[in-house]
């Protein structure tokens, strides 16, 4: 079925450093989303792309859509401490209203 | 307003109870979803319901009973669970198109003892 390979699977980072992260398949998608999930808690919506190339930010975070449509990247710049917690990936094909999602990155920072 | 709003946060049930966990939103979104999510691991898909009506159920156990009385409202029947349905479960809704956004809620912990 389809896929969505997320990598890094883990992080742990300084306070102030930048974070990337990335998801690939070999399918194809039409929307691609990040999402934020701290423990115990529903998944937070970060950013949404709908577009082949389409680079998103909203504040500190930059997101784009890949041009072939199979991957798609997160950036954090000047990571924060509240900014711990797991990111997924996910993304819609045409005509499906199911999410595939990612494994996660989970992202850990040391003050 | 992007709030999808689920009852109870925490649940502890035996495995002969029935309870129900329910889910509103008030975003005008015309589909609603069921996920379980287990420690470490991405959401899984239950049911998926468009326009009150049940369009993806992806082979769940039939001790997992959904309903959506009404296109604002979504509940999820238990009865005769199993420890190893203890998880978060999640509710998510979206408009029907299939580009639309999904938007969850903080979710339910059950614990089944």
């Known amino acids: 079925g389809q896929q969505l390979n997320q990598s890094p699977q883990s992080m742990f980072i300084q306070e102030g450093e930048d974070v990337s992260m990335n998801c690939t398949s070999s399918s194809i998608f039409n929307t691609w989303l990040w999402y934020k999930q701290d423990p115990g808690e529903g998944p937070v919506l970060l950013i949404a792309?709908?577009?082949?190339?389409e680079l998103t930010s909203n504040g500190r975070l930059t997101a784009q859509f890949g041009t072939t449509r199979k991957d798609s990247f997160l950036n954090i710049s000047a990571s924060i401490p509240s900014d711990v917690g797991i990111y997924f990936c996910a993304a819609t094909q045409q005509g499906a209203q199911k999410l595939v999602f990612g494994q996660g990155t989970r992202l850990t920072i040391n003050p | 307003d992007t709030e999808v709003t689920q009852t109870p946060k925490h649940l502890v049930m035996g495995m002969t109870n029935k309870k129900s966990l329910k889910c509103e939103q008030h975003?005008?979104?015309?589909?609603m979803y069921w996920y379980k999510q287990k420690a470490k691991k991405p959401p899984e898909l239950m049911f998926v319901y468009s326009y009150e009506k049940l369009s993806i159920n992806e082979s769940v156990p039939s001790r997992f009973s959904p309903e959506c009385p009404n296109s604002s409202l979504l509940n999820l029947h238990l009865h005769a669970l199993q420890p190893e349905d203890s998880a978060l479960y999640l509710c998510?809704?979206?408009?029907?198109?299939?580009?639309?956004?999904?938007?969850f809620g903080p979710g339910t912990r059950l614990t089944v003892l």
């Open positions: 792309l709908y577009k082949a190339g």
């Open positions: 975003m005008g979104h015309r589909a």
């Open positions: 998510a809704s979206s408009q029907v198109r299939a580009r639309d956004t999904q938007y």
